[in-house]
């Protein structure tokens, strides 16, 4: 079992490093925080001269938030988040030649103090406790909702025996880089807790999604438990560890230097993840400072940077067409993370859709993988 890590002190250099979006703290002297008192103003006014709007030399944290939400139009918003996830249902619902998806047993449960703290969940047809899967969503992180759980692998699942969930989080419109990692954690000790009065075996639990999903559940499934035994909250005191985990359409890295060294083009500059950590749409990863903060927060987002030889097993999945220049998407991410596996002599299965036919055959093979894992007959 792995152990804690100082994660706090992590997160907080991080916050420390994005002036834009953290809550600042006051100089010393009660003074607001302008660039005249502050090095990170006065590096960004430096960067951004229009930034400071009224033109009198002097940047305020006022200005940047201004500025932010005057030059990034396409940034999600919170108050946006249902509208979003109402997008996303409705897509959801318009899908053609799929088959209709199981009314879940629950639906709408909170786990959390957030309005997106939100999870569905499929009870097991089983008289003993049951594997759970727990689907993530996927969308950039910006987007997405629990909706989007494929119906062909929800019921894939159910016909192998699992209990099921999908889970929405906080997207980077309403919280940076770490919520949604510490949201889907939360989820996971929340059914953890629910255990007796839902059938579920605790000790056997999967997690998988698409894309940022997929992301979630590699950090989860590499991470260190984040399980607080002194915690007076119940939920926090249950594990977060996972047993295994499906990476579909994934990324292995979030951190573009990374990226730009395993996917050919231009993928690592990608908007979405500019937005993950509150960053400018016009930030240049080829010539900006990246600061000691922010280098730390890179490699912390990224899954692969936890992976140790304790971690489950992973079945990645991609689509042939995204095998271009410059996608996020592309099945490098599933090699180079095969490659780090294999080093640690843990199980690791790439596969793309066409070695499938039919295609839709991927989902049996995917439960099949989640049913040899959590050894269930």
């Known amino acids: 079992m792995k152990t804690k890590k100082s994660f706090r002190q992590v997160i907080l250099l991080?916050?420390?490093?994005?002036?834009?979006?953290?809550?600042?703290?006051k100089p010393q002297n009660n003074e607001p925080k302008t660039s005249k008192n502050d090095e990170r103003l006065a590096r960004t006014l430096e960067k951004y001269p229009k930034a400071d709007l009224n033109k009198d030399g002097v940047l305020t944290m006022d200005e940047v938030r201004r500025y932010r939400a005057k030059n990034q139009p396409s940034r999600t918003q919170p108050d946006n988040q249902a509208k979003n996830r109402t997008q996303a249902d409705n897509q959801a619902k318009t899908r053609t030649a799929r088959p209709k998806k199981p009314d879940s047993t629950y639906a709408d449960v909170s786990y959390g103090p957030s309005e997106a703290n939100k999870l569905d969940f499929w009870r097991a047809r089983?008289?003993?406790?049951?594997?759970?899967?727990?689907?993530?969503?996927?969308g950039g992180f910006r987007g997405g909702s629990k909706s989007g759980f494929t119906p062909e692998l929800l019921i894939a699942c159910l016909d192998a025996g699992f209990a099921c969930a999908s889970i929405d989080y906080r997207l980077s419109g309403e919280a940076i880089y770490p919520a949604q990692m510490?949201?889907?954690?939360?989820?996971?000790?929340?059914?953890?807790?629910?255990?007796?009065?839902?059938?579920?075996?605790?000790?056997?639990?999967?997690?998988g999604g698409g894309s940022a999903g997929s992301g979630i559940s590699q950090w989860l499934?590499?991470?260190?438990?984040?399980?607080?035994?002194?915690?007076?909250?119940?939920?926090?005191?249950q594990s977060t560890r996972l047993t295994a985990v499906l990476a579909l359409n994934m990324q292995s890295t979030y951190d573009p230097r990374q990226i730009k060294r395993i996917v050919p083009g231009n993928a690592y500059d990608n908007s979405a993840l500019k937005q993950l950590f509150g960053l400018p749409d016009d930030w240049n990863w080829d010539t900006a400072k990246i600061d000691a903060a922010l280098d730390a927060g890179l490699k912390d987002v990224s899954p692969i940077?936890?992976?140790?030889?304790?971690?489950?097993?992973?079945?990645?999945?991609?689509?042939?067409?995204?095998?271009?220049?410059?996608?996020?998407?592309?099945?490098n991410f599933g090699r180079h993370l095969k490659k780090e596996m294999d080093?640690?002599?843990?199980?690791?299965?790439?596969?793309?859709?066409?070695?499938?036919?039919?295609?839709?055959?991927?989902?049996?093979?995917?439960?099949?993988?989640?049913?040899?894992?959590?050894?269930?007959?």
């Not at 991080?14 to 703290?25: D, M, Q, S």
């Not at 002194?230 to 926090?236: H, L």
């Not at 940077?305 to 099945?331: C, Q, R, S």
């Not at 499938?356 to 007959?377: G, I, M, S, V």
């Open 221 to 237: 499934g590499f991470h260190d438990d984040m399980a607080d035994p002194k915690s007076k909250d119940p939920i926090a005191r």
């Open 182 to 207: 510490h949201d889907s954690a939360r989820a996971i000790q929340f059914l953890r807790s629910k255990a007796r009065q839902w059938n579920i075996d605790p000790k056997r639990v999967a997690a």
């Open 126 to 138: 089983s008289e003993k406790p049951a594997p759970l899967f727990v689907f993530i969503h996927g």
């Open 343 to 377: 080093k640690l002599k843990i199980e690791c299965t790439h596969k793309l859709n066409t070695d499938y036919n039919p295609q839709t055959e991927q989902y049996k093979a995917q439960a099949a993988f989640l049913k040899k894992h959590l050894k269930t007959k």
């Open 14 to 25: 991080i916050c420390i490093a994005i002036p834009a979006l953290c809550a600042p703290a």
């Open 305 to 331: 940077t936890h992976l140790t030889k304790d971690d489950p097993p992973v079945f990645a999945f991609h689509n042939a067409a995204a095998e271009t220049p410059g996608n996020i998407h592309h099945p």
